[in-house]
Every structure is written in structure tokens, then in C-alpha cells.
């Protein structure tokens, strides 16, 4: 029987600006996935609020959202990161590659 993991779901409001290098970062520091969730505008411009998803496992030995925070300070100096604001959650792990595929129906 397959023992599933839990995973650290970080997640970081920023701008539309600064989300490609917020993702990298993310990426550089382990992230084993990232996503990015726009809004619902029709107009997105540099400072539309997007949502920066990064999963690393939970069994990490540091403090992921403290090294985020200091990454985001420094990137605030030359980007737009908007409110910069992280939530940080526990979660468990589901078949990424298959669940998608609830979201889309036949037609």
C-alpha cells in the first residue's frame, strides 16, 4: 500500500511583474512544483494581483517561509511584488498528474 506524503503549500500574493521571479525563487529553493493563479480580470497588467503556488515537502529542516520572506525583500527592490503577503498550509498529497482532469467535462 502507498503511503502518501504531506506537503508545505506556499503560497505568495504578488503582482503580475514579479511572479517569474518569484517562481523562480521558489524553484532555486527545492520547490518539487509551482503554479501561478491569475485573477479573473480581463485586464492584466503588471500590477494585477497573481497568486504563486510552490509544494515542498514537509519534512524541510528550515524555515521555508522565513527564506521567502528575506528572498521577497530583496526582490522588492527592483519589482513591483505588491503585498508580498505568504500562507503557508499543510497538505496532503493527491495524483496531480490525473486530478486535473475532473475539471474538464466532455462536450
Known amino acids: 500500500m502507498y503511503s502518501y506524503m504531506k506537503w508545505l503549500e506556499v503560497e505568495i500574493s504578488t503582482t503580475n511583474e ?9 524553484t532555486d529553493l527545492g520547490a518539487s ?8 480580470t480581463k485586464m492584466i ?14 519534512n524541510r529542516d528550515d524555515d521555508i517561509e522565513e527564506i521567502i520572506k528575506e528572498k521577497l525583500l530583496l526582490v522588492s527592490k527592483y519589482l513591483n511584488t505588491g503585498s508580498g503577503s505568504i500562507n503557508v498550509k499543510v497538505i496532503d498529497e493527491q495524483d496531480w498528474a490525473n486530478n486535473w482532469k475532473k475539471y474538464y467535462k466532455p462536450f
Open 45 to 58: 497588467n503588471d500590477d494585477t494581483e497573481v497568486l504563486v503556488k510552490a509544494y515542498y515537502p514537509e
Open 33 to 40: 512544483g509551482v503554479s501561478i493563479e491569475d485573477s479573473d
Open 18 to 26: 514579479a511572479c517569474d521571479a518569484i517562481s523562480q525563487i521558489c
